[in-house]
């Protein structure tokens, strides 16, 4: 660790972390006994994340560690607005306390459905005035008929299923033609500050290295998944959003409250003392700020998709177009002509 300046350090670990959702498949199978899905690849342990989420919700203050959600959930609620129109039926896929619903009224939603594996969420969702009903199911496997919704949501709860192009395909399912799908998770970079600090302080004092949070999907490959699941017009961007916490112990007691905590099937059950002293002394001496706190960066893709209607727009023809580029560039020189 001392060998190395700490902007060479910090670009490593930035390296191999942001890694595409395929690196996971080097990922060791499920311990025997584990529900092996469709034939995917099942890096996590769902059974242990409903119980993460039932935990984090019957908290004394549960929304003490909602802040992030509540952030990333008031941004879909714009893009929804975004859309001018107003939908009848919606769903809100992972939706935990219900963070998107605070933030929609019902002249945009009339009436919304939300799922969680979680019923403890469920049960402690915050009030909106959009009429809900609340369902315990999984978000790869939807328990709705077929072009049943206008409008399918989800916030930063994807990133926790085992089969991505499943569960699009199932959001994708039960939209009605004409639907959207508008949806945040975490990205890549996210925590890269708080993987590297462990991973370094595990190669200093135990001489190699665990997995302590989750494997993400990278932004190339999500527009990809979104077409192969049938959705057309996409748009998918990225943000990044920094907190700062007084110190590691405090970012990790924050992931806990938000039931974010690693349930990966190769996650290291147990880190010693010595080597969580030693990782928060790496992270405020690589990335410790000038008061004393500690930034932990959270990168969010949002990604907006539609299923396919024929009243929808379509693009022309390749060569269809009457006025070609050289013309265009004609008819600019004549303006900026006129005007002198």
């Known amino acids: 660790y001392h060998s190395l300046g700490h902007k060479s350090l910090a670009r490593w670990c930035r390296r191999l972390w942001a890694l595409p959702a395929r690196a996971a498949a ?25 119980k993460q989420k039932n935990w984090a919700a019957l ?23 975004d859309v001018a129109r107003t939908f009848p039926l919606a769903l809100d896929v992972g939706s935990g306390r219900g ?14 459905i939300q799922v969680d594996i979680a019923e403890n969420a469920l049960k402690n969702a915050v009030e909106s005035e959009i009429p809900t009903v609340r369902v315990v ?38 939209l009605k033609p004409d639907g959207v799908f508008i949806g945040a998770m975490f990205g890549g970079d996210t925590l890269y500050e708080l993987r590297c600090s462990l991973q370094l302080a595990e190669l200093e004092r135990e001489g190699g290295f665990s997995p302590h949070v989750s494997p993400f999907t990278a932004v190339a490959d999500l527009g990809h998944l979104l077409a192969r699941a049938g959705f057309n017009t996409l748009t998918v961007d990225t943000d990044e959003i920094q907190v700062n916490y007084p110190g590691l112990f405090e970012v990790m007691e924050d992931l806990q409250g938000m039931g974010e905590s690693n349930c990966s099937w190769n996650r290291k059950p147990l880190l010693h003392r010595e080597t969580m002293l030693a990782a928060a002394a790496i992270y405020q001496e690589m990335y410790g700020n000038g008061d004393g706190s500690v930034p932990a960066t959270f990168q969010i893709y949002y990604m907006i998709g539609w299923k396919y209607h ?3 727009a379509k693009p022309a023809q390749r060569g269809s177009a ?19």
């Open 26 to 50: 080097a990922s060791p199978s499920p311990p025997a006994g584990a529900s092996p899905g469709s034939g995917a690849l099942n890096p996590f342990d769902r059974r242990l994340k409903r």
């Open 59 to 81: 908290q004394a203050e549960p929304a003490k560690c909602d802040y992030l959600r509540e952030e990333v959930g008031g941004r879909i609620a714009d893009r929804v607005f």
């Open 99 to 112: 963070y998107i619903a605070q933030h929609l009224t019902k002249e945009t939603v009339e009436k919304l």
């Open 137 to 174: 199911a999984d978000e790869e496997f939807l328990p709705f008929k077929e072009d049943t919704f206008d409008l399918v949501v989800s916030s930063l709860s994807l990133h926790w299923v085992n089969d991505l192009p499943k569960a699009f395909k199932e959001i994708h399912q039960v």
């Open 310 to 312: 024929e009243s929808q």
């Open 322 to 340: 009457t006025v070609s580029f050289g013309d265009l560039a004609k008819i600019e020189g004549l303006l900026k002509r006129g005007k002198k």
